[in-house]
């Protein structure tokens, strides 16, 4: 069990935060003058950010200076076209330093006429993929990547770069008829390739899995994603911010109140916006009945992927519960059309506000229940424990986060590390075990729920009285902010650069998904094809928020 | 063994009859919109706010006429029209059986003459696409209600949706909604299906596989267009990565509107298709 929460917001912590990181600032100007940008000294910090301008694109020298000095990990890498302004590309490296609320920031400018900057996956394989969305989106190379082949546009598609300012979001481009990605060969006596999907057996996202296997066992797995790339993070440049809310819902249907909330907290951020309390708790109430809603869901469905339908029946039964009482807080089984800048759209009854309390209540009761059903099995347990195992010191190098990472030893959760809504106000503990086997990423959703169960009851009785939503604002052009959400399956982050008319210039978009793949490729790795499933659905990743 | 033998039990039958009787809805959830074009104001408020574009206010016919026209096969049912339109005119119902065999049944339209300030003067007309006597008696072929109407395969097929329609369709195999008791079933390949039940919008990348999928799905094969995205494209629209709605890539028979729609909603849209209910005519 980890860490209490920190405050950021207590005015005394945010002043020694911002003197930590001028401290830090001052530190790697003195020691790398000639990466940091001394010019546009000071740093900026704001709202849980420290932003700081590097003078060229190589930041391997400071990245590894912040790993081995202070523990930093590298939350995301991602870009943005400034040429028509500013003749550059920037690169964007996100860190967060352990017990620090505040992100650092690191701007490094790539000129337009060098499109390059030196790759960090070689030491890194956390921001492989990134990386290379990077080279597939903005046409910037990352040089000496491992494997810099396509990732987030498909191999036969034409050489175009769609985030550059240039590449209009409506282009038709013509039928696709370049090679098809060429799979790692499968040799050996005996041994096999099975191709799955995209189309898949059940009723679940389309991507592509290759597997190598020798009999039963898988040798490798090959993963191709970005079947349901949608072009949307170039789609937020073309719509005002009221609409591109509810683009935001829909990045990733099942989390779809946790993406919209890091999205209205980053225009907040953005805009100075001061949300008010009542809206704090309840988006704090509606964020973990979506965490509740989806774990359950996921515990019936690793159930139902070592044959123990019943457990899935009465699990799939209390989703429905929580779902209803969803479309009894907000009009929508799922969530949507809730949240917005300032806060939420519409208040609570005292009627609705008990109806939460009750369903809690009995939700609760009937989950310790399933969760006895499920551990008196002994059957169950057996296909479980020691199945699809992710060994800690390989989630910390991939960058795994969330019930994954947590699952595999890895201490984060944004709720507790940078404190958003109104999680301060409850205490709550994050579960973190070692074993790293479906059954413990199991476990951690088993003691989030409960969790989420004492935050449920704690924050109906604490709903303050109050205004639901800060007035609306126009929101200043040309600001840039980061905002952060554990969503159920993790870290999710949103970063956003404000442009003139409540429009938008760059909104970037990254759910836990993107850095977790690379986990299911160690995890199914000696284990049998049959188990794919539940190794699959223990980890139960976004297709779409990765794909976009 | 006993132990969930003594649950299941305690649970009883979880399972509702809709549609033998009406579903049960909260009355905070946000169904179909219902404009009435003769008393409403202004639409301009409300086009300014519909994410989707649901609702647009057209060009002007001549200086002081206008056209209206609203898309349930765009509409993700957030209500804002609602809120904007303070005069009554557009109300958020809880209706939500809107599927159809007719793509331009989703769509209504209303011209107006218009005041100086832009507010609308008068309702000149107002237009919805009737639904033929075929279709209010159930349009499917005989071929079709025979084959697939007591026992039907389904094959889900993700052309690019966000997963929301995807958690409704697991859904309707829940306890609750338990659609194998209309002798519906999903099945794992398109060569065993009889329907498609298609959600999108269709990326570039899933364009070729759709094909694919649509032309190993025997004859006779009903095709079904899920949520505004697999209607329309949706929130999405077209861009360089996204086809839109489902029937640019294949032959559309059923449209279900939602965002995503309810086990309800999709049940009635499934039973449609099959010619099991009748068109629900407002
Ligand atoms: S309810 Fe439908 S028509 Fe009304 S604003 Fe929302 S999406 Fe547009």
Not at chain 1, 3 to 28: C, I, Q
Request: net charge negative; proline share 7%.
């Amino acid at each position: 069990m980890g860490r209490t929460p920190s405050s950021a917001r207590d005015p005394l912590v945010a002043l020694l935060l911002g003197k930590l990181n001028m401290d830090l600032f001052e530190e790697l100007r003195d020691k790398f003058p000639l990466l940091v940008s001394a010019a546009q000294a000071p740093p900026q910090v704001s709202h849980n950010q420290v932003s700081i301008a590097l003078r060229g694109p190589d930041v391997r020298p400071l990245a590894e200076h912040l790993q081995s000095a202070y523990q930093s990990r590298l939350v995301a890498v991602f870009a943005e076209d400034r040429v028509a302004a500013e003749s550059v590309f920037y690169n964007y490296y996100v860190f967060e330093q352990p017990a620090e609320p505040c992100y650092l920031i690191l701007q490094a400018p790539i000129a337009a006429d060098q499109p390059r900057f030196p790759s960090l996956a070689a030491g890194l394989p956390a921001v492989n993929w990134q990386e290379r969305e990077i080279q597939d989106w903005f046409g910037l190379e990352a040089t000496g990547h491992p494997n810099p082949r396509r990732v987030a546009l498909h191999d036969n598609w034409p050489d175009v770069h769609p985030l550059r300012k240039s590449f209009p979001l409506r282009q038709v481009l013509p039928p696709f008829e370049g090679e098809r990605h060429v799979y790692r060969p499968t040799l050996g006596e005996g041994v096999f390739q099975i191709p799955v999907g995209p189309v898949h057996a059940g009723i679940i996202e389309p991507g592509h899995f290759n597997f190598a296997v020798a009999g039963e066992p898988i040798l490798y797995l090959q993963l191709r994603m970005f079947y349901t790339h949608k072009g949307t993070e170039k789609l937020f440049e073309d719509m005002p911010i009221h609409r591109a809310v509810f683009l935001a819902e829909s990045i990733s249907g099942d989390s779809a109140f946790s993406h919209g909330t890091a999205f209205c907290q980053a225009i907040e951020n953005a805009s100075d916006t001061e949300v008010p309390q009542r809206a704090r708790v309840m988006r704090t109430i509606l964020l973990e009945l979506e965490r509740v809603c989806n774990h359950i869901g996921d515990i019936g469905a690793i159930s139902t992927d070592v044959g123990f339908m019943v457990a899935n029946a009465h699990a799939s039964r209390l989703r429905e519960m929580v779902v209803r009482l969803n479309e009894g807080l907000t009009g929508s089984r799922w969530l949507r059309g809730m949240v917005c800048v300032g806060g939420v759209r519409r208040t609570w009854s005292s009627a609705q506000r008990d109806l939460l309390r009750d369903t809690v209540n009995q939700v609760e009761r009937e989950f310790d229940s399933l969760v006895a059903l499920v551990q008196s099995s002994d059957s169950t347990r057996d296909r479980l424990e020691q199945t699809g195992i992710l060994l800690p010191e390989t989630a910390k190098v991939l960058g795994i986060v969330g019930v994954a990472g947590r699952a595999s030893g890895v201490d984060l959760d944004v709720r507790r590390d940078h404190p958003y809504a109104a999680y301060e106000r409850y205490p709550f503990q994050v579960p973190v075990y070692r074993a790293g086997d479906v059954l413990h990423r199991m476990l951690v959703r088993v003691d989030e729920v409960k969790q989420s169960f004492a935050i449920l009851r704690a924050a109906a009785d604490d709903l303050p009285e109050g205004p639901h939503c800060a007035p609306l604002q126009p929101v200043p052009p040309g600001r840039c902010a980061l905002s952060a959400v554990e969503g159920w399956r993790g870290e999710i982050l949103h970063w956003v650069r404000t442009a003139d008319n409540n429009r938008l210039e760059r909104c970037k978009i990254k759910d836990p998904s993107v850095n977790n793949w690379a986990a299911i490729v160690e995890a199914v790795q000696g284990n049998i094809v049959a188990d794919f499933p539940v190794i699959n659905k223990s980890f139960n990743l976004s297709y779409s928020g990765t794909d976009r | 063994m006993f132990k969930i033998l003594q649950k299941a039990l305690a649970t009883g039958i979880a399972t509702v009859a809709y549609p033998d009787v009406p579903a049960v809805v909260s009355p905070h959830f946000r169904g179909r919109p219902e404009f009435d074009f003769a008393s409403w104001r202004d639409a301009r408020p409300a086009a300014e706010v519909c994410p989707t574009g649901a609702i647009l206010v057209g060009q002007a016919l001549s200086p002081a006429n206008r056209r209206v026209t609203v898309d349930y096969g765009l509409c993700v049912f957030c209500g804002q029209c609602a809120d904007v339109s303070p005069d009554g005119a557009v109300r958020v119902t809880t209706e939500f059986e809107l599927a159809t065999h007719n793509r331009a049944r989703l769509i209504r339209a209303a011209d107006y003459s218009l005041n100086a300030d832009g507010t609308h003067q008068r309702l000149i007309a107002e237009y919805e696409a009737e639904a033929t006597a075929e279709e209010a008696g159930g349009k499917v072929s005989e071929a079709i209600r025979n084959t697939l109407g007591r026992s039907l395969a389904i094959r889900q097929v993700d052309a690019g949706s966000c997963n929301g329609c995807e958690m409704e369709i697991v859904a309707l195999n829940n306890p609750i909604h338990d659609i194998e008791r209309f002798g519906i079933q999903f099945v794992a390949s398109p060569r065993h299906a009889d329907m498609l039940l298609v959600t999108g919008p269709v990326t570039r990348n899933m364009e070729l596989a759709l094909q694919k999928t649509y032309a190993a799905t025997p004859d006779p094969k009903v095709i079904v267009a899920v949520g505004a995205c697999g209607i329309s494209g949706g929130i999405f629209g077209t861009n360089y990565a996204s086809r839109g709605g489902v029937d640019a890539t294949i032959p559309v028979d059923v449209y279900i509107p939602g965002c995503p729609p309810r086990p309800e909603a999709l049940l009635y849209g499934i039973l449609l298709a099959v010619g099991r209910l009748a068109e629900k005519v407002r």
